[in-house]
């Protein structure tokens, strides 16, 4: 699927219409009404947003996991109450976003009850951003971190082979006079669906993102997807972050470190089969001044020395045009959404 940026010969939908095109596309696939809702909705703010790589672009990798039986798309989540601050769920080996939606009002209580609230979410498949999984607590005037582990990308700083996934760190807090401080990185040099989209445009990478199959330094991302593996960002501070989400993401939740799911009987399957830990804190608990306030002094004082762009600028920047304007799509990707919707 061509990235969006044939302006020549793009067309303009709305957020609904898109969001409705690909429930379609995800029922027409084999999930449930409520799974492709939950998706849909995922990857249609996405690609409003303009995070390009976790928008459009992914759905042929949904559509192929799907139709390869490696996940299971009509996946009841199982919400399980552990502890007053602690929340557990089993996917049944279906998506992500479904299971944290079904615990999501188990876990607001228990963190404005409690301060602080923890969902383990195990036996997952997460193929998204993950900045959309933390944002809405933001706008609820909660604080939230959640991290991710994925397949089998990275070589950990100072080893020969890969073992960690592209693993990323999601936050975001509120603030008083704007939209939430939101940030959302990969701890590996560059995500793996920058890497995917860098190949089909034919462009060549940064030096320091990654190895070729022999495990020498290539700007090739074609060399990287073909045998090679990525690089942690900031050699052993992304290193031990990586490690520190496999801990958090796989073994304290019960599901998948990134090197423990084989996926060969299963041609076409995209999706890491891992888990996710979130931590929901309700900064309300905490004594003096509100939370958003302070955290709005802190913006104040970073454009105070210079700062022109905090994380999640651009995309609230383009959310607003997105909103205003309609979404832009070449037409080769609308036809081609249109396409797998059997349309």
Sequence with gaps: MSAPHDHAVSSTVSLDELTQLLERIFTRHGTSAEVARTLATN??????????????F???GYVSTLNSGWVNGKAVPKVEDVASGFVSVDADNGFAQPALAAARPLLVEKARSAGIAVLAIRNSHHFAALWPDVEPFADEGLVAL???????????????RPLFG???IAFAAPRADGAPIVFDLATSAIAHGDVQIAARK???????MGVDSLGQPTCDPKAILEGGALLPFGGHKGSALSMMVELLAAALTGGNF?????????????????????????????????????SQELVRQMHGVGLKRLPGD?????????LAKGIELDQQTLSQLRELAGE
Excluded: Y
């Design 314 to 322: 651009r995309r609230h920047l383009q959310r607003a045009k997105s």
């Design 166 to 168: 592209t693993n990323p």
């Design 202 to 208: 034919g462009e060549k990478l940064p030096a320091g």
């Design 258 to 294: 990134s090197f423990e799911f084989d996926w060969k009987n299963h041609p076409g399957a995209k999706t890491p089969w891992t888990g996710q830990l979130l931590i929901v804190i309700d900064p309300s608990k905490t004594a003096g001044q509100s939370f958003a306030e302070r």
């Design 146 to 160: 959640s991290v991710v582990n994925s397949m089998t990308c990275v070589v950990p700083h100072g080893a020969d």
């Design 58 to 60: 992914r759905i042929p």
């Design 43 to 56: 990857c249609a703010n996405a690609q409003r947003d303009g995070a390009h790589s976790h928008g459009v």
